[in-house]
């Protein structure tokens, strides 16, 4: 016997197995969390650059500023901080 047949045959089984199986998903749509959008990292992009004798300044003006307008990252994440250092 088919698995289709046996609910052909037996209605009240399947519509009770239908409604059982109706609220235990409810249920678990109560329970479980369901998110809309899921947790998404922006890309990072991490460049390194040695000037000995140059000052945290002229690294900025160099190397930072126009690395960040040719980057190819969204609009909104060129407009994020950036840091230089100098070490001597």
């Known amino acids: 016997m088919r698995l289709s047949h046996f609910f052909i045959d037996r209605p009240r089984f399947a519509t009770v197995l239908s409604i059982f199986v109706t609220l235990f998903g409810l249920g678990a749509l109560m329970i479980l969390p369901v998110a809309q959008y899921p947790e998404i990292v922006p890309p990072t992009v991490k460049v390194t650059a040695s000037y000995p ?25 060129r407009s994020a901080p950036t840091s230089t250092s100098h070490r001597c």
Not at 58 to 72: C, D, E, K
Request: glycine fraction near 4%.
């Open 53 to 77: 004798s140059a000052s945290a300044e002229t690294v900025a003006r160099t190397v930072a500023t126009p690395g960040m307008a040719t980057s190819r990252l969204p609009s909104r994440s």
